[in-house]
């Protein structure tokens, strides 16, 4: 039987056409849902008159901005696939997901002028249309002189809504085929854990590009027909001025610890009034205690959850009620989502044993786009095998132990950092931190971590170690501290372990040994 999407967008311009759906912080303007139903029929007439069919891609290079989310439900009218670029990589590594994706279109922003040019002279795109953020463009051209769509294509929840592209760290990043049905359904788990109504009014600062961005809680916000206030990159002092707008009253928003670290840090975090945010969520990697303490001070526990691109976002997610409960614990699975611990044969493990998580149900992708061989290693029979090492109490409740490419072997046992990193993050005066595996002549390899300290923090090497002997076996104790300004990430926020390994290698760190 073949079930047909709906148009969200259309839906609620019929409904609540009157309905703010969209603010654009950084050019001002903002659309009701009649009006952008308006614009999207409009510029997916253009795009059609352009050659765009069902099954074509096109593809978006620009900074965040609310005609990203035009050009999203223009192609969801013609059963095109979504293709948003990472702005932050290089025009080498952008020319390569060109190459494999083969949009037929390419919308990019002025600033990329040069990269859209190479990329059509190359042959990876056809035709490129010019963005600039409600300026005068061949975007904005191109809306005004185009009829509204007579006929949008009438899509199934088979058909693709985007092919999003991991980041890349190891060879050429992979195109994640997100289909109809994922987006419907991670909306559905997303209200359901995050409290997201027409009533919400939600904050994206993360890229767009990025599914924690395009879908945490901008997409589950539009589906339930509220409104996005979109920031065209994130900037700590504007995000805590708009969450405390009684104004604008914003309701949701997602982001990764480093996000809401910046912003409890801010002088005036501790006066503002943000009685009215009724979810955080907060995802990437595990949320130190003082942060959690920070905003629970204000009356606000930061949700945690757990989830990836493959899975359209969240596949667990721990209650507000449960943050200090269940520290360390990444929640519960969602509804619509089944979650396994197996071993390395693929076998189910009991209750507590570490082991690699599996999800499978109508969020999981398909499978990657033209990499059939990625595609058919990624599964086991039904099972989507996410490469995060796991364990799962008899609550139901599961704990990310670590990604299995991160654990290393010290005296032949297997060290997980992320138990460590928790286990540091608890720690009074640590902002962030991080644990690699080194080379060691006696134990093979052992742990060295990278703290970043609040301001006015006097730790020492010996106060981290001694700390973290309560928490941990010997052989898990880090035999290396560094205390570094910053720790790098990814463009999604995530501390980016390559880089730090590099870092390390390169002999770019002064360390202090236990």
């Known amino acids: ?27 001002g303007r903002s659309f009701t849902y009649a009006e952008m139903e308006n614009r999207c029929a409009r510029l997916a007439s253009h795009l059609q008159g352009l050659g765009v069919e069902r099954g074509d891609r096109v593809a978006v290079l620009c900074f965040n901005s609310t005609d990203i989310f035009e050009i999203q439900f223009a192609c969801c009218k013609l059963g095109a696939a979504f293709v948003p670029l990472n702005w932050r990589l290089s025009p080498i590594e952008i020319m390569a997901i060109a190459e494999n994706a083969s949009p037929k279109v390419l919308i990019h922003g002025a600033e990329f002028r040069e990269t859209a040019l190479s990329l059509k002279t190359a042959g990876h795109v056809v035709c490129i249309i010019q963005v600039s953020d409600g300026a005068p463009s061949s975007y904005e051209d191109a809306i005004r002189a185009s009829d509204v769509i007579q006929r949008p294509c009438a899509i199934t929840q088979d058909d693709l809504l985007a092919i999003m592209y991991t980041s890349g760290t190891t060879g050429l990043p992979k195109g994640v085929l997100v289909t109809q049905r994922m987006a419907i359904f991670s909306a559905i788990n997303g209200m359901m854990k995050t409290g997201v109504s027409k009533r919400s009014t939600g904050l994206t600062f993360l890229p767009l590009f990025h599914v924690g961005g395009l879908f945490l809680m901008a997409n589950f916000i539009f589906h339930a027909g509220g409104h996005n206030v979109v920031m065209r990159n994130f900037d700590a002092r504007e995000c805590l001025n708009l969450l405390a707008d009684k104004d604008i009253r914003i309701s949701h928003a997602f982001g990764v610890p480093t996000n809401f670290a910046l912003i409890s840090e801010l002088p005036d975090f501790a006066s503002c009034d943000l009685s009215h945010v009724e ?23 930061l949700q945690q959850g757990w989830g990836m691109t493959e899975t359209a976002t969240i596949g667990t997610v721990l209650a507000a009620d449960d943050a200090f409960d269940r520290i360390g614990s990444a929640g519960q699975a969602v509804m619509h989502a089944e979650l396994a611990i197996l071993d390395d044969e693929c076998h189910p493990l009991p209750v507590g044993a570490v082991g690699q998580l599996a999800i499978r149900g109508p969020t999981v992708t398909p499978g990657y786009w033209q990499q059939p061989a990625a595609t058919e290693a990624a599964f086991h029979q039904e099972w989507f095998l996410t490469g995060d090492a796991a ?36 720690l009074n005066g640590v902002s962030e931190a991080a644990v690699i595996g080194i080379p060691d002549e006696k134990w093979g390899e052992v742990g060295c971590a990278f703290l970043v300290c609040q301001i006015g923090t006097t730790l020492t090497a010996e106060d981290v170690i001694t700390y973290c002997a309560g928490h941990l076996a010997r052989f898990k104790l880090p035999k290396q501290i560094i205390f570094v300004e910053e720790i790098p990430h990814t463009a999604a926020g995530k501390i980016s372990k390559p880089d730090l390994r590099g870092n390390y290698r390169d002999g770019k760190y002064n360390s202090s040994k236990n």
């Open 1 to 27: 039987m073949t079930f047909f999407a709906p148009d969200w967008i259309s839906h609620h311009a019929a409904v609540s056409p009157d309905q703010r759906a969209m603010t654009d912080v950084y050019s």
């Open 391 to 426: 364990r799962v109490d008899q609550d139901g409740f599961y704990y990310i132990v670590d990604r299995w490419k991160d654990m290393y072997i010290s005296g032949g046992e297997n060290v997980y950092p992320a138990e460590i990193e928790s286990i540091l993050s608890g």
């Open 279 to 301: 979810c955080l969520m907060v995802g990437g990697a595990p949320s130190p205690m003082g942060l959690l303490m920070a905003y629970a001070n204000k009356d606000i526990r």
